[in-house]
T-cell receptor, first 113, second 114 residues
Framework: QKEVEQDPGPLSVPEGAIVSLNCTYSNSAFQYFMWYRQYSRKGPELLMYTYSSGNKEDGRFTAQVDKSSKYISLFIRDSQPSDSATYLCAMTASSGSARQLTFGSGTQLTVLP | EAQVTQNPRYLITVTGKKLTVTCSQNMNHEYMSWYRQDPGLGLRQIYYSMNVEVTDKGDVPEGYKVSRKEKRNFPLILESPSPNQTSLYFC?????????????FGPGTRLTVL
């Protein structure tokens, strides 16, 4: 069993839809949770960063962490064609100097105009 | 412009022919890392470096070597490439580790080993 599971999609939605992307994990030591966005033929870029449980909002994006269920989500409101990309969740355990990220396999999202 | 650069961007080679993929960052970052990305497997860490002359294995280090002689450079060396190393490779850097810093990724190197 992988440490981090992510539905690979592909996911296709109309412009303006609310998108929900999810990851589950098995390692209860994970404390830091990230979402990366990767456009085609590009490197990943950090989109959202959350520590421990709770919600974090940044414009149209909301990251949610439920540590009791070992489940994290990224919500995109009013989705745009420019949001079309692969979204990767990533996480790492709490430590003085975390050295490794564990990534999900990525969900490919297409927002249709 | 702050960036991570990789060279080459595309490489086709044959089994056993040693190759080096270069990675350079201009942000004075201490932490650098190499990942490979394969369909269905996501990004897996190969090696990372906390600072000059400090390197350590990630999840999939077999068949790879790295060195960190200068802060800005972190080359990935494949001494004897094999077809199972065909993949998309990313170099990344961050200021001081991962907990609170953005990790910047390079544009990727697509390697094919025949």
């Amino acid at each position: 069993q992988k440490e981090v599971e992510q539905d690979p999609g592909p996911l296709s939605v109309p412009e303006g839809a609310i998108v929900s992307l999810n990851c589950t994990y098995s390692n209860s030591a994970f404390q830091y949770f990230m979402w990366y966005r990767q456009y085609s033929r590009k490197g990943p870029e950090l989109l959202m960063y959350t520590y421990s449980s709770g919600n974090k909002e940044d414009g149209r994006f909301t990251a949610q962490v439920d540590k009791s269920s070992k489940y994290i989500s990224l919500f995109i409101r009013d989705s745009q064609p420019s949001d079309s990309a692969t979204y990767l969740c990533a996480m790492t355990a709490s430590s003085g100097s975390a050295r490794q990220l564990t990534f999900g396999s990525g969900t490919q999202l297409t927002v249709l105009p | 412009e702050a960036q991570v650069t990789q060279n080459p961007r595309y490489l086709i080679t044959v089994t056993g022919k040693k190759l080096t993929v270069t990675c350079s960052q201009n942000m004075n970052h201490e932490y650098m890392s190499w990942y490979r990305q394969d369909p269905g497997l996501g990004l897996r860490q190969i090696y990372y470096s906390m600072n000059v002359e400090v390197t350590d294995k990630g999840d999939v280090p077999e068949g790879y070597k790295v060195s960190r002689k200068e802060k800005r450079n972190f080359p990935l060396i494949l001494e004897s490439p094999s077809p199972n190393q065909t993949s998309l490779y990313f170099c990344a850097s961050s200021l001081m580790g991962l907990n609170t810093d953005t990790q910047y990724f390079g544009p990727g190197t697509r390697l094919t080993v025949l």
